[in-house]
């Protein structure tokens, strides 16, 4: 039976249409996708993330099980700073996609919701006897994300902190009704905004008084097609445990010169092979979309296939991402993706297909 997050009811008698994702029930739309996805872009939307894992670390030996399973540099955080990094297995390939959290006491990890279970596994299993205690608060916890332009004015007064005071990629601790609750600015979106992490008996209250404030609920399909034009990647399309950092353009979260870790030598290998196919964008001719398992065409054979793919909301463009062999990466080579039977033109194109004016930098 799939699991439900603390909303669930909430999504059932608000209209949400329901699907299973990550051995989760979780709402795909509302209203219609493109309407959600325009929210987001144009003014706020609201996001049910609670199927996330959420894993905290306390302990003196905690660094260290990180710093051996993570392929970002956890040492050199600080307090309040959150960062992304990769959970590699012993040949490069990706286990999972995390972000980990540092403070004063302890460390936080956001997990994938499809790898929560297979993470605490591998964290356990190399937690080997040192001083760390590992608490997979999922089912305590709700986590709820408001994201698009007007998010932060729309969540201002309905935390004891100022949320907009958080540099990017930043976290902190506050109170929400008397609560405590963690509040980051991260996103999957591409657009600004917070999250919020806060007990599993005040979600029904937050998400009511965030829609009160005007945030418009989403599901899962907007969320999709909001992260694919900012090209990030999703665990089970762009990335696997067949598919290494490098390959996925993620080479910006691997710290070779931290000292060993779990897949570094792999990594290290992998690195310098130029056979191995890299993540890629591609604009295509027309309006149909290519889906995952598409194939890519250049002089007659395959030369890749493809891993997301949509007609972008913003761009009104048929976009997709794709692993291609490494001779066919450049910006502007042209090749064709066959969508479900017909030829398509298509043209290597720069990641992020969309991106909004920033006026902070992501410390990673």
Not at 182 to 209: C, F, H, M, N
Not at 314 to 340: N, Q, S, W
Request: charged share 25%.
């Amino acid at each position: 039976m799939a699991l439900r997050t603390p909303l669930y009811d909430w999504h059932v008698r608000h209209g949400g249409r329901m699907i299973a994702f990550g051995g989760w029930d979780m709402p795909v739309q509302y209203t219609s996708i493109i309407e959600e996805h325009q929210a987001v872009r144009t003014a706020a939307g609201l996001f049910d993330i609670s199927h996330m894992g959420r894993l905290t670390f306390a302990g003196v030996d905690a660094l260290a099980l990180l710093q051996q399973v993570y392929s970002n540099n956890a040492a050199t955080m600080k307090d309040g700073q959150v960062r992304y990094g990769l959970i590699c297995n012993e040949r490069g390939g990706i286990r999972d996609d995390v972000l980990v959290y540092r403070w004063s006491h302890g460390w936080t990890m956001v997990v994938n919701a499809s790898n929560r279970v297979k993470i605490v596994n591998w964290l356990t299993q190399h937690k080997a006897g040192r001083a760390v205690e590992i608490t997979d608060q999922t089912m305590t916890t709700c986590m709820i994300a408001v994201q698009g332009p007007q998010a932060l004015a729309l969540c201002q007064g309905l935390i004891e902190a100022d949320a907009g005071q958080l540099a990017y990629y930043h976290a902190m601790r506050t109170r929400y009704r008397g609560h405590t609750c963690v509040v980051s600015r991260t996103g999957y979106t591409g657009e600004d905004g917070i999250e919020l992490i806060a007990p599993a008996e005040q979600a029904v209250e937050l998400w009511t008084e965030l829609v009160s404030r005007g945030a418009k609920p989403c599901g899962l399909g907007a969320r999709d097609t909001l992260r694919l034009e900012a090209a990030m990647p999703l665990y089970g399309h762009e990335l696997s445990e067949e598919i290494d950092p490098f390959q996925a353009g993620l080479g910006w979260a691997v710290k070779l010169d931290k000292g060993d870790f779990i897949g570094r030598d792999a990594l290290v290998r992998r690195r310098e092979d130029a056979t191995l196919p890299r993540r890629v964008g591609l604009e295509l001719a027309g309006r149909r979309a290519a889906r995952e398992g598409s194939t890519v065409w250049r002089d007659g054979r395959i030369i890749g296939r493809v891993t997301s793919g949509t007609v972008t909301p913003t761009l009104h463009k048929a976009i997709a991402m794709a692993y291609l062999e490494p001779a066919f990466t450049a910006i502007g080579t042209l090749c064709t993706v066959d969508v479900r039977g017909k030829t398509a033109e298509a043209r290597v194109v720069p990641l992020p297909f969309y991106q909004r004016p920033r006026k902070e930098t992501a410390c990673r």
